[in-house]
């Protein structure tokens, strides 16, 4: 077993229907992307594409490993909780 070191709790997919519907916008809103964090499910289980995200237990966290590439405008503070 490894330990990961991350930053910040950013949001996390509730179902696997969460995360087609609402992954691309959560991350927009949070100034990040895929390569910037990383989403973990409950069995420790790193989702990184669909095939993982399909047979995750949810909820799938996401939390960031690097600083927020960029940060559009009208996003939502890195510190904040997507619902």
Request: net charge positive.
């Amino acid at each position: 077993m490894i330990s990961v070191q991350v930053r910040d709790y950013l949001f996390e997919f509730t179902s696997f229907n969460d995360w087609v519907g609402r992954a691309q916008i959560a991350f927009l809103n949070m100034g990040h992307t895929s390569e910037s964090t990383i989403c973990v499910d409950q069995n420790g289980l790193i989702c990184t594409r669909g095939k993982y995200f399909a047979k995750a237990k949810y909820p799938v966290r996401v939390y960031a490993i690097d600083d927020a590439p960029y940060m559009p405008k009208g996003a939502l503070g890195k510190r904040e909780v997507l619902k």
